[in-house]
């Protein structure tokens, strides 16, 4: 990873909670009911707790050597690339990620920034991850798995700055397409601006304001993962035990549902390719 730093914010920044589980981290309009109050303080206290028991401390950008399972996913690349040049010949027919979150529509309405979803907050796709299955092999690597799936950034694609809603996770992403522009293609997580590079992992914080961009004429592709952030005790198991329940949060119930019906008609079109008669 080619990193070009700025002082960095003092470790132990607090983010606000957010209502969701989700990517954007978006607050609710208008006034938030009773209960949505009451989760967003409990949100607001454990995040607190997270920011006070975090082993590795609290910084933007993550040293990787600090995770030695990134080493190993790393030397596996090729056969994650490998699978992605498979889907990517039906790159039209991928969801744009505000088509899945919706919550997304706030930062991204366009066609620019699609995925192809593998796994996520105990969700998880049968049929996507036989597509990838040594990706899906690999990505087991990580403790503490949450999400997993292909971020890919269409030409002239830029997400504005934006917090994640919550501090428990921790985001990997492993450069899998990356064109040579890198005064063009970048992302920037406090006031850090960091480089993908083919091949090479980049671990952060989304918890932390940050933006994308991909200036060039080219496509960008990353695996995208998320994990839990390594914590002391009590935080880990108070942190864990909210991820489970994160399934059950009307965010992940349309997530899934939109996952869902995407995925029936992206099988059901690729089915009837292969049962079409042969052209003459």
């Known amino acids: 990873m080619n990193t ?9 920044t607090d983010h606000e909670a ?4 989700g990517t954007a981290g978006i607050k ?10 009451i989760v967003m303080r409990v949100v607001s206290w454990v995040e607190k707790l997270n920011l006070s ?8 950008v993550y040293d990787k050597a600090t995770f030695p399972w990134a080493v190993e996913v790393e030397k596996e ?21 505000h088509d899945i ?22 969700l998880t796709s049968e049929k996507n ?25 269409e030409p002239g694609k830029h997400l504005p700055a934006h917090r994640g809603p919550y501090n428990g996770v921790l ?8 064109p040579n522009h890198p005064d063009k293609i970048a992302i920037r997580v406090d006031q850090q601006v960091c480089n993908w590079q083919e091949g090479k992992a980049l671990i952060f914080d989304d918890a932390f304001e940050h933006e994308a961009w991909n200036h060039s004429d080219e496509t960008r592709v990353v695996l995208f993962v998320d994990f839990n952030k390594p914590l002391r005790f009590p935080a880990n198991l108070i942190n864990a035990a909210l991820l489970r329940i994160a399934i059950f949060t009307p965010f992940i119930k349309e997530g899934a549902d939109n996952h869902n019906e995407w995925e029936k008609k992206f099988y059901a079109e690729a089915e009837a390719l292969r049962n079409a008669p042969p052209k003459h």
């Open 28 to 37: 609710p309009m208008g006034r938030p009911s009773l209960t949505t109050r």
């Open 77 to 97: 690349w090729h056969l994650i690339r490998a699978e992605l040049d498979k889907l990517l010949l039906r790159k039209a027919d991928l969801p744009s990620f």
């Open 129 to 153: 991850t036989q597509q990838c299955p040594e990706t899906w092999r690999i990505v087991q690597k990580i403790p503490g798995l949450q999400t997993a799936m292909f971020s890919i950034f």
């Open 4 to 12: 070009a730093t700025t002082p960095q914010a003092a470790a132990g």
């Open 18 to 21: 957010q209502q969701n589980f």
């Open 171 to 178: 985001r990997f992403h492993l450069g899998l397409i990356v």
């Open 101 to 122: 979150s919706t919550d997304v529509s706030t930062i991204s309405t366009d066609a620019g920034w699609k995925t192809f979803f593998l796994t996520g907050y105990g």
């Open 53 to 60: 028991c975090a082993k590795l401390g609290n910084p933007p």
